[in-house]
Each structure stands twice: as structure tokens, then as C-alpha cells.
């Protein structure tokens, strides 16, 4: 039987959603702070939030990349010349910021954890909003873009940016924390104006709508009632867990130096690999657990000639595959393996045909 290799792609060891919340100061006197979530993807793309309670911004910041590392750094997200750099760990997220001002300040975040009510439906999702606005006698109308992260525990957080029309003017942008409950029931009050939101997310279709209502009061005006209603799809789904039971996997391959896959027994499992090693994860076999594969480019892994080596997950014990155009195979005497193996004997070596 012939066997085709996947197409793989790198897995970032920070991928998951993070929430927080940041702090920003010139001198002694605080000028910014407010709230943030950031999603980072398999494919170490990160998507953040960031709403700023001080000047009244709502951001959404996108196709930032975060190294394996955990480095990451985004210039000028806003339009005062903000620049944002920061580190992600195995936990959490920090980092520091500063404007063209003078302005800087930090941020502080945890990773939320990757099980949980909404591991299914959450993620990245984008849509409209829209809504009426009358207050003095005035009337308008109002639309712009909203995008919400949702995590897998149902804390979420959104951002929106409405212009209005008619009797008003002016683009506002509003943004919070809200919850989405086990059900997919949407609540929350935003952290800028006010807005109480409420609404629901389609378990399965995996879109999202509801209401939103807000008043302000607006000198020579008077109160100002904003109303409206809200939709959205989801552009992509939350990083999957990875889970090895607690285990690590030491890889000690000859010509490549050591590769270690680490699971720290939380949430959270961090992958190192020689630089000449590639660790991508993917159920290649179909059969409801995750496979690790280690690609070697030409030139280089156990045997000089590059290849690419599956340690498939079949619920007891791992097995290394290596597709070669040939049936012979590099000893692994060297190969050191703490799984859930009892014996060395269980470490099982067989050619693809």
C-alpha cells in the first residue's frame, strides 16, 4: 500500500489564546491602559485585541509573528506611532511598549487554559455591527467592522469600530471583555462606552449574532441612545492541545543532535527541536490521536539524507516510520525514549510499504 506524506506545517510552541491587561504611562502619570486577548496559531501568526480606555481606541492588530522563541514585535498599531514588543513563555505573555510621545508602558497576560466549554466553537471571529442613534432632536445611523476572540474556557474579548451618518458624524470604536457561557449564550457590558451586549454563538455553524444598546450622555445634546444588532463567522478555529500523557519524548538522533518534544504536564506543551530538525503534529494515520513528525531537509538527519520520521500515536507506545526510497534503516541505538513504553522492546521501527 502506497503512503502519502501530509502536508505539515511548523507548529509554534506558544500557540493558544492569551488575555490580559496593559498599562500605560509617561513618566508617574498613567495615559493608557485598558485590555487585550491574542490569538496565536499552529503556524505562529498572532492576531491581537487591544482596547485603551484612556484616548477611547480599540485596536485589532493582525499577522504578527511570533518566533519560536517566543519573541514577537508589532510597529506602529495605532496612529500614534506605537511600537509593541513583548515575549511569550509557556504561561503567560509580557511585554513593553512605547509611542511617538514619550508614552510606553507594559503588558501582562495569561495563557488561557486549552480544554473547556468552547474549545469547539471558539476562535477568531469577524463580522458587522449596526445600529440607530438618536438623542436632541438628532437622528443617525451607524456600521463598521467587529471582530471577537473567543476561548476555549468562554472568556472572550471584542473590538468594534462604527462611523455614523445622518445627523452624527464621527468613527467610534468600542471594545470589552464579554463571556460566552457552555451553551453559547453571549453577555457582557464593553469597557469604553458602556455597551451592553448580548446575543449567542451557533455551536456548530460556528457564527454568532445578537443585540447591543448603549446611552451616552453628549453636552448640548443631552442622552444619546445607541442600539443595534451584531453578526459574525469565524475565520479560524482555536490551536488544537496537544496531549502525550504527561510525558517527554527525548530524541538523541545521530548527526542531528538532540530533539526534545516536552509536555509540562499543564495545558500547555512546549516543543524544542535542533535546528535541523522541523516538529510538525498532525493525525496521520486518521485514528483520533496526534502523530509527531520530525523532518529532516537533505543533507542533514541520522543517516546524512534528510527523510522525514512519524512516531505514530497508537495509545501505547510510539513507533518511528522513516519513508526513504529504499527499505534500509539508520540504527537508533542512541535514541533515548521515556514514554509509557515498559521496555525498549516496545520501541518498534518498521518500513512504509
Keep these: 500500500m502506497g503512503w502519502s506524506q501530509p502536508a505539515l506545517a511548523a507548529l509554534n510552541p506558544f500557540a493558544g489564546v492569551y488575555v490580559g491587561t496593559s498599562q500605560h504611562s509617561a513618566g508617574s502619570i498613567s495615559c493608557e491602559?485598558?485590555?487585550?486577548?491574542?490569538?496565536?496559531?499552529?503556524?505562529?501568526?498572532?492576531?491581537?485585541l487591544m482596547?485603551?480606555?484612556?484616548?477611547?481606541?480599540?485596536?485589532?492588530?493582525?499577522?504578527?509573528?511570533?518566533?519560536?522563541?517566543?519573541?514577537?514585535?508589532?510597529?506602529?498599531?495605532?496612529?500614534?506611532?506605537?511600537?509593541?514588543?513583548?515575549?511569550?513563555?509557556?504561561?503567560?505573555?509580557?511585554?513593553?511598549?512605547?509611542?511617538?510621545?514619550?508614552?510606553?508602558?507594559?503588558?501582562?497576560?495569561?495563557?488561557?487554559?486549552?480544554?473547556?466549554?468552547?474549545?469547539?466553537?471558539?476562535?477568531?471571529?469577524?463580522?458587522?455591527?449596526?445600529?440607530?442613534?438618536?438623542?436632541?432632536?438628532?437622528?443617525?445611523?451607524?456600521?463598521?467592522?467587529?471582530?471577537?476572540?473567543?476561548?476555549?474556557?468562554?472568556?472572550?474579548?471584542?473590538?468594534?469600530?462604527?462611523?455614523?451618518?445622518?445627523?452624527?458624524f464621527g468613527t467610534v470604536g468600542d471594545g470589552g471583555t464579554i463571556n460566552v457561557s457552555s451553551t453559547g449564550s453571549v453577555s457582557g457590558t464593553s469597557l469604553l462606552l458602556g455597551t451592553i451586549i448580548s446575543g449567542s454563538i451557533n455551536m456548530t455553524a460556528f457564527t454568532g449574532n445578537g443585540t447591543f444598546s448603549e446611552t451616552t450622555f453628549v453636552p448640548g445634546l443631552g442622552t444619546v441612545t445607541h442600539t443595534g444588532t451584531w453578526s459574525t463567522s469565524r475565520q479560524f478555529a482555536l490551536p488544537e492541545p496537544i496531549e502525550f500523557s504527561g510525558n517527554d519524548v527525548v530524541l538523541n538522533l545521530p548527526g542531528t543532535g538532540v530533539s526534545v518534544l516536552l509536555n509540562d504536564n499543564t495545558s500547555s506543551v512546549l516543543l524544542h527541536a535542533d535546528t535541523a530538525a522541523a516538529i510538525a503534529v498532525a493525525d496521520v494515520d486518521n485514528n483520533g490521536v496526534d502523530d509527531v513528525i520530525v523532518s529532516f531537509p537533505a543533507g542533514t538527519g541520522p543517516d546524512g539524507n534528510g527523510g522525514t520520521y512519524i512516531s505514530k500515536n497508537e495509545g501505547r507506545w510510539f513507533r518511528w516510520i522513516h519513508k526513504r526510497r529504499n527499505r534500509s534503516w539508520p540504527a537508533i541505538s542512541t535514541a533515548v525514549v521515556r514514554m509509557t513504553c515498559s521496555s525498549i522492546s516496545e520501541w518498534v521501527v518498521s518500513p512504509v510499504t
Design 33 to 48: 491602559s485598558g485590555e487585550f486577548a491574542i490569538i496565536v496559531k499552529a503556524d505562529g501568526n498572532a492576531n491581537a
Design 51 to 168: 482596547v485603551d480606555i484612556i484616548d477611547r481606541t480599540a485596536l485589532v492588530i493582525e499577522d504578527v509573528i511570533v518566533n519560536n522563541d517566543g519573541s514577537f514585535s508589532a510597529n506602529d498599531i495605532d496612529v500614534f506611532g506605537t511600537d509593541l514588543i513583548g515575549t511569550f513563555t509557556a504561561t503567560g505573555v509580557s511585554g513593553t511598549f512605547s509611542d511617538a510621545f514619550g508614552c510606553f508602558g507594559t503588558i501582562t497576560g495569561t495563557k488561557n487554559p486549552s480544554t473547556g466549554p468552547l474549545a469547539e466553537a471558539g476562535g477568531y471571529y469577524t463580522g458587522t455591527a449596526s445600529g440607530n442613534l438618536s438623542g436632541g432632536g438628532l437622528t443617525g445611523t451607524t456600521s463598521g467592522p467587529l471582530t471577537v476572540i473567543i476561548a476555549a474556557d468562554g472568556s472572550s474579548l471584542f473590538v468594534s469600530s462604527l462611523t455614523a451618518s445622518g445627523d452624527f
